[in-house]
Every structure is written in C-alpha cells, then in structure tokens.
C-alpha cells in the first residue's frame, strides 16, 4: 500500500514572492505518477500538475514547478510570484502506473493550506 | 472547467433517508471514480468502474453502492444515511486506469 504525507498542515505568504510545499511518500513500486491537486474555497479540485516516475525531468506548468527526488521519495511544488488566487488547500497525490486488474485510486495526503497575503 | 459534471451541487436529507448522486465523465473518459472528502477522513476512495465493470473497491459502505450505465455516467447510491454520511463526494474520470483523473465540481451532502 502506498502512503503520502504532507508534513505542513498550513502555510502563508506574501503577494508575490516564492514558497514550497512538501510531500513525501512510500510505495515499493517502481513506476507511478504523482499529481498536486488544488482545492480552492470552492471546494472545486483543480489539477496543478503532474509528474511521471520515469521521467528525471522536474515538470513545470507556469508559475508551479516541482522537485521530485524519487530516491528520497519526496515531491515538493514550488509557487513562483505568489498570487492571492493561489490561496486554497494543496494535496499531493500518488497514482500506480500498473496494477493489472486491480486498483488505480488516488492516494491523497492530508493537505497543505495555503494562504497568499497581499 | 474540467468537463466532469456532478448533480445535484447541494443535497440536505434526514437520517435513514435513501439518495442518489450522479456523475457524467469527460467525453471519451472510460473510467469513473467517486471519493469521499469529510473533515476527519480527508479524502477517501470508494469505488472504481471501468467502461461500465467495477473494477475496485475502497473504503465503501454496505449500505453505498454505485453503478456505470453505457452510456458511461455513474451514480452513488447512499442509503439508511447517518450524520457521518455528511461529506462533499466528488466523481473523477480519466481516459484509462492509470491516468490523470479530472475531478467534478462535487455533491455537498448534508445529513440531519
């Protein structure tokens, strides 16, 4: 079974500058993809970004990139130039890439509130 | 917009009380996933279809059960509803199994 923790329940910063949220997960599979999603006040879950296993490639999407180190099995998302619409709670997430006929659920962590203050 | 459609957006029932909550994937998504999200639980899987087959189970009640039509939209059936049955469920779709899944706006069930 796979895990995924997010050690930092809540988190603030300025209008504008940088900040970087972390995830760390266990699984004794090889490949997977793992995702943040983004939760706004809406509630609405918004994909953020998304990253193969197999890929040494940090993906980036914009003002959000990530640091993935799959030997430490740790996939942190930096914001750049924080906006005030970026305030919602982030979630990492953790997919299998093959489990036969089994299962391919999300494995969430807890989540990381993030407030951006102008 | 993610093209996952959900309904109803709210839905208030007392205890006991039987509901439905629907699902329409993206267009071409073959899979369909429903999660639970409560204060204390976070977000919890319960049930995967495929192309119209149950392919997984979570942490699903007996009394929760759901279906994928041909058409491919799913419903959630919750029945003898507790207060602890109060949660926001979201659908999820994605184009295969192990793909990115595309979450709905969510149903916000509350229980009295």
């Known amino acids: 079974a796979q895990t995924v923790t997010q050690s930092q329940p809540e988190m603030s910063v300025q209008e504008a500058e940088t900040v970087t949220l972390s995830c760390t997960y266990d699984?004794?599979?090889?490949?997977?993809?793992l995702f943040w999603y983004k939760q706004p006040p809406s509630r609405q879950m918004i994909l953020v970004i998304r990253?193969?296993?197999?890929?040494?490639q940090n993906a980036t999407e914009n003002r959000f990139s990530v640091n993935f180190q799959k030997a430490a099995k740790s996939f942190s998302l930096k914001i750049s130039d924080s906006q005030l619409g970026d305030t919602a709670m982030y979630f990492c997430?953790?997919?299998?890439?093959?489990?036969?006929?089994?299962?391919?659920?999300?494995?969430f962590g807890k989540g990381t509130k993030l407030s951006v203050i102008p | 917009d993610s093209g996952v459609t959900q309904t109803p957006k709210h839905l208030i029932t007392a205890t006991g009380q039987r509901v439905t909550l629907r699902c329409s994937p993206r267009?071409?998504?073959?899979?369909v996933y429903w999660y639970q999200q409560s204060l204390d639980q976070g977000l919890q899987f319960l049930i995967h279809?495929?192309?119209?087959?149950?392919?997984a189970k979570g942490n699903i009640l007996e009394r929760f059960s759901a279906q994928q039509f041909p058409d491919l939209h799913s419903e959630l059936n919750l029945s003898s509803l507790e207060l602890g049955d109060s949660a926001l469920y979201f659908c999820?779709?994605?184009?295969?199994?192990?793909?990115?899944?595309?979450f709905g706006p969510g149903t916000r069930l509350t229980v009295l």
């Open positions: 999820a779709s994605s184009v295969s199994r192990a793909d990115t899944q595309y």
């Open positions: 279809y495929y192309n119209g087959e149950e392919r």
């Open positions: 990253q193969e296993a197999y890929k040494q």
């Open positions: 699984t004794s599979e090889s490949n997977y993809y």
């Open positions: 267009s071409g998504d073959l899979s």
């Open positions: 997430a953790f997919l299998i890439a093959y489990s036969g006929a089994g299962s391919y659920q999300l494995t």
